[in-house]
């Protein structure tokens, strides 16, 4: 079963406005990582966030984490054409740190 | 090179026939996972690899699959007697120290 759900399942938005990715997961977790994937190939790793931490930055990227709703929240701010990809939330469980992926979100940014 | 390979990048079979998919991680990289994505199943764990470390096996889908790692480095996974529904994009990842995982860019894997 899944253990990540993104939502929404797909977004549209216009170039520069801001893209707002919500997850939600089910069990206690390490840490909860985000990747983007272009044209259904390689993930490339977007940002990770510890079970101690509520938010990161990275460039463009912020990342929240509430553990007691269990749900963290992936913002991208002045988005452009070449965020267009699917953006997938992951969890890490457990010693062996092996990742349960969510069903991925699609963005579209319109240029 | 800097980061995780893959051959073959796409590899068509038939039905019934076994293939062998090769991963070169990051140099350095104690850990090695494998995924698979299919349209159906999504994102699924398959296999993890950590140092001498006994394999989690945990997420392999059948016998029919299997994995090794040779010198810590180096990983095949093996797919026995092809079905259709091994259709997928494998993927490999590597990493250190339990922290964010490196993807490599995949085998497309297509059963006929």
């Known amino acids: 079963s899944q253990q990540g759900e993104e939502d929404p399942q797909a977004l549209s938005i216009q170039e520069g406005e801001n893209a707002t990715m919500n997850c939600s997961y089910k069990?206690?977790?390490?840490?909860l990582q985000w990747y983007r994937q272009n044209s259904g190939r390689g993930l490339v790793h977007l940002i990770l966030?510890?079970?101690?931490?509520r938010e990161k930055h990275s460039g463009r990227l912020r990342v929240t984490l509430d553990t007691s709703k269990k749900s963290s929240s992936l913002l991208i701010t002045a988005s452009r054409a070449a965020d267009t990809a699917s953006y997938f939330c992951?969890?890490?469980?457990?010693?062996?740190?092996?990742?349960?992926f969510g069903k991925g979100i699609t963005l579209s940014v319109r240029p | 090179g800097a980061g995780v390979s893959q051959s073959p990048s796409n590899k068509v079979t038939e039905k019934g026939k076994d293939v062998e998919l090769r991963c070169d991680p990051i140099?350095?990289?104690?850990?090695l996972y494998w995924y698979r994505q299919s349209l159906g199943q999504g994102l699924e764990f398959l296999i993890y690899?950590?140092?001498?470390?006994?394999?989690?096996k945990s997420g392999l889908p059948s016998d029919r699959f299997s994995a090794e790692r040779t010198g810590g480095s180096v990983s095949t996974l093996t797919i026995q007697r092809t079905q259709q529904e091994d259709s997928a994009v494998y993927l490999c990842?590597?990493?250190?120290?339990?922290?964010?995982?490196?993807f490599g860019p995949g085998t497309r894997l297509t059963v006929l």
């Open positions: 990842a590597s990493s250190f120290g339990g922290r964010e995982q490196f």
């Open positions: 069990t206690s977790i390490n840490n």
């Open positions: 690899f950590q140092g001498n470390s006994a394999p989690d």
């Open positions: 992951a969890t890490s469980i457990g010693a062996n740190s092996k990742l349960t």
């Open positions: 966030i510890r079970s101690n931490e």
């Open positions: 140099s350095g990289h104690t850990a």
